[in-house]
């Protein structure tokens, strides 16, 4: 975790972000500016850069091709890991090169330490599919649908061992993600495009993060509509987030 100045430090930043609760920072495109302008972290890996742009409402990002370029909070300011957490973003792939089959645009991430155990999921997108990989970069569920035709609401919600997906507020896949010890507590989370094999071009309007604790805990649809698909992996060896973010965007 970051040391006490650090973190207020974040807060002072994020003091003209949309705060819509005490746990939940939102970036919406509709102010004009770029995420990085209202606290968000953004990491560019590439020369020539990737470009960033806010027009009509839509954040634009083009990675190019072999590019890591995406923002991060990390931590969330004043939350706690034990509450989970969940990360939505609005979002539209414009197109998608990869040159891996478990990498693509990056259409966000998650994780959380609760002081036991920390664990992160990421979700990516091809032109015709998402999928989410584990915190130990296993793929651990894909639902297949058409990312281009329009702008669609990806929400990860993740508690300890436990994640669900959700496209448009309807859940396409869920289960369990690797774990491992941990002595931090806190959330992290980000969006763009995560990896140096895939080089995409995505729009975005809003992307929200916060604790789970703040929206009634695990959005559980009714039984009849369940859809999960359950991938049971137990981990014991220390990583951190800072070890897990550099497998990721390998």
Same mark, same amino acid.
């Given at each position: 975790? =970051?040391?006490?100045? /650090?973190?207020?430090? @974040?807060?002072?930043?994020?003091?003209?972000?949309?705060?819509?609760?005490?746990?939940?920072?939102?970036?919406?495109?509709?102010?004009?500016? %770029? +995420?990085?302008?209202?606290?968000?972290?953004? &990491?560019?890996?590439? &020369?020539?850069?990737?470009?960033? *742009?806010?027009?009509? *409402?839509?954040?634009?990002?083009?990675?190019?091709?072999?590019?890591? /370029?995406?923002?991060?909070? @990390? +931590?969330?300011?004043?939350?706690?890991?034990?509450?989970?957490?969940?990360?939505?973003?609005?979002? #539209?792939?414009? $197109?998608?090169?990869?040159?891996?089959?478990? #990498?693509?645009?990056?259409?966000?991430?998650?994780?959380?330490?609760?002081?036991?155990?920390?664990?992160?999921?990421?979700? !990516? /997108?091809?032109?015709?599919?998402?999928? %989410?990989? $584990?915190?130990? $970069?296993?793929?651990?569920?894909?639902?297949?649908?058409? &990312?281009?035709?329009?702008?669609?609401?990806?929400?990860?919600? %993740?508690?300890?061992?436990?994640?669900?997906?959700?496209?448009?507020?309807?859940?396409?896949? *869920?289960?369990?993600?690797?774990? !491992? +010890?941990?002595?931090?507590?806190?959330?992290?989370?980000?969006? *763009?495009?995560?990896?140096?094999?895939?080089?995409?071009?995505?729009?975005?309007?809003?992307? &929200?993060?916060?604790? =789970?604790?703040?929206?009634?805990?695990?959005?559980? +649809?009714?039984?009849?509509? %369940?859809?999960?698909?359950?991938?049971?992996?137990?981990?014991?060896?220390?990583?951190?987030? #800072? #070890?897990?973010?550099?497998?990721? !965007?390998?």
């Amino acid at each position: 975790m =970051l040391p006490k100045t /650090a973190l207020l430090a @974040s807060w002072i930043l994020l003091n003209t972000a949309t705060m819509t609760d005490a746990d939940i920072v939102a970036y919406d495109a509709s102010s004009g500016l %770029l +995420p990085q302008s209202v606290g968000w972290t953004y &990491t560019d890996q590439a &020369t020539p850069p990737a470009t960033a *742009g806010v027009s009509g *409402g839509i954040l634009t990002l083009d990675s190019g091709v072999g590019n890591r /370029a995406t923002w991060d909070l @990390s +931590p969330v300011p004043g939350t706690l890991g034990n509450d989970g957490i969940f990360v939505e973003a609005t979002a #539209r792939v414009i $197109d998608e090169q990869h040159a891996r089959g478990d #990498r693509g645009a990056g259409l966000s991430h998650a994780g959380h330490a609760d002081d036991v155990i920390e664990s992160g999921v990421d979700l !990516y /997108a091809w032109e015709d599919r998402i999928f %989410l990989n $584990d915190s130990n $970069d296993i793929t651990v569920g894909t639902h297949f649908m058409d &990312t281009t035709d329009a702008l669609h609401a990806y929400r990860i919600e %993740l508690l300890r061992t436990r994640y669900w997906v959700f496209v448009d507020d309807n859940l396409v896949l *869920g289960g369990t993600s690797q774990v !491992y +010890p941990t002595t931090l507590n806190g959330i992290e989370g980000g969006f *763009g495009d995560g990896s140096i094999y895939s080089g995409s071009i995505t729009e975005w309007t809003k992307i &929200t993060i916060g604790s =789970l604790a703040d929206i009634g805990g695990p959005t559980i +649809p009714e039984p009849s509509t %369940l859809i999960l698909s359950a991938f049971a992996i137990l981990g014991f060896a220390g990583h951190g987030w #800072r #070890r897990r973010q550099q497998k990721r !965007y390998a």
